[in-house]
């Protein structure tokens, strides 16, 4: 069953402009990462934050949590085209799998 | 570092043959294997997670005679799907949990896309 809710669904910005998504999830977690995914391809891990966590950085990449809303929110600064890919979050409950959730699609038009 | 490689990357074959997917870890060992489906524009889901040397464990709604799951050493997990049919026409997805990392990362495959005819 999914766990986490992202939203937009689907988000189009121009280069340079940074790009928001926000994941919900519904149960406590030991930890909220966010892979990326190119069409048509695996995914690859972004950034993880720790349940006792609120904010963590990386490069251009700046992700949130806020347990008690059961929310997380990834940006992306200064965004490129070759950012353009779909984007998860997945929560860790049981320290043994990753739920997903349903992914943005994020495009960046050059 | 931390590689998953699976094989075949796409995979064409006639309904109510079997196809076998492999999913391997190129430079770690890997003591958990998860298997994922994917259909086209949604997120993963879990089908099983498979232990080395284990039985795996299924999700439920994932028919393990289906789905045969062989996890026999620490870099390779198989995944034969039987007997398919046009519906189980899906993008499979490994990834793999390193021993002896803690952080809950997880490292993914490539992929593998099933088309039954």
């Known amino acids: 069953s999914q766990q986490g809710e992202e939203d937009p669904q689907a988000l189009s910005i121009q280069e340079g402009e940074n790009a928001t998504m926000n994941c919900s999830y519904k149960?406590?977690?030991?930890?909220l990462q966010w892979y990326r995914q190119n069409s048509g391809r695996g995914l690859v891990h972004l950034i993880l934050i720790r349940s006792n966590e609120r904010e963590k950085h990386s490069g251009r990449l700046r992700v949130t949590l806020d347990t008690s809303k059961k929310s997380s929110s990834l940006l992306i600064t200064a965004s490129r085209a070759a950012d353009t890919a779909s984007y998860f979050c997945a929560t860790d409950v049981r320290y043994s799998t990753l739920t997903f959730g349903k992914g943005t699609m994020l495009l960046v038009s050059p | 570092g931390a590689v998953v490689s699976q094989h075949p990357s796409w995979v064409i074959c006639k309904s109510g043959t079997s196809v076998k997917i492999e999913c391997r870890s190129l430079?770690?060992?890997?003591?958990?294997m998860f298997w994922y489906r994917q259909f086209p524009k949604q997120s993963l889901m879990l089908m099983a997670t498979s232990n080395e040397g284990s039985k795996a464990t299924y999700e439920q709604g994932v028919e393990k005679d289906k789905f045969l799951i062989n996890h026999a050493s620490l870099t390779l997990s198989t995944l034969t799907v039987t007997s398919a049919h046009p519906e189980d026409s899906s993008f499979y997805i490994c990834s793999a949990r390193m021993a002896g990392l803690n952080t809950g990362e997880l490292f993914f495959g490539e992929g593998s896309r099933l088309t039954v005819l």
């Open positions: 430079d770690f060992q890997a003591t958990t």
């Open positions: 149960t406590s977690i030991n930890n």
